[in-house]
Nanobody, 117 residues
Framework: QVHLVESGGGLVQPGESLRLSCTAS????????MAWYRQGTGKQRELVAT???????DYAEAIKGRFTISRDNPKNMVHLQMNRLKPEDSAVYYC???????????WGQGTQVTVSA
């Protein structure tokens, strides 16, 4: 059974940084695409960043230059380094995994990020 567990959320002030982590289990981590999504209050869930097995990355325009996604295959972990946070970055951040070999996908339970003065 696949489990994705996020950590690292919290309350920060505008301009500060946070690092989210997601630990995966029950899956061949080095073969799957990983991503972070977020959902603000009253908003649709949106894609934030993706990272392929070969470390190719892609980012939403709203966070380009501020956020960095990375993966640690030996530890089955994916991270999202978030710098220069803005109030509009406040959301529940979800870890997502897509296994292209069988079209299965999985979600974590989410971690809250709040950016407020």
């Amino acid at each position: 059974q696949v489990h994705l567990v996020e950590s690292g959320g919290g309350l920060v002030q505008p301009g500060e940084s946070l690092r989210l982590s997601c630990t995966a289990s029950g899956i061949e981590f080095s073969f799957v695409d990983m991503a972070w999504y977020r959902q603000g209050t009253g908003k649709q869930r949106e894609l934030v960043a993706t990272i392929a097995p070969g470390n190719d990355t892609d980012y939403a325009e709203a966070i380009k230059g501020r956020f960095t996604i990375s993966r640690d295959n030996p530890k089955n972990m994916v991270h999202l380094q978030m710098n220069r946070l803005k109030p509009e970055d406040s959301a529940v951040y979800y870890c997502f995994c897509f296994d292209g070999r069988n079209d299965d996908d999985y979600w974590g339970q989410g971690t809250q990020v709040t950016v407020s003065a």
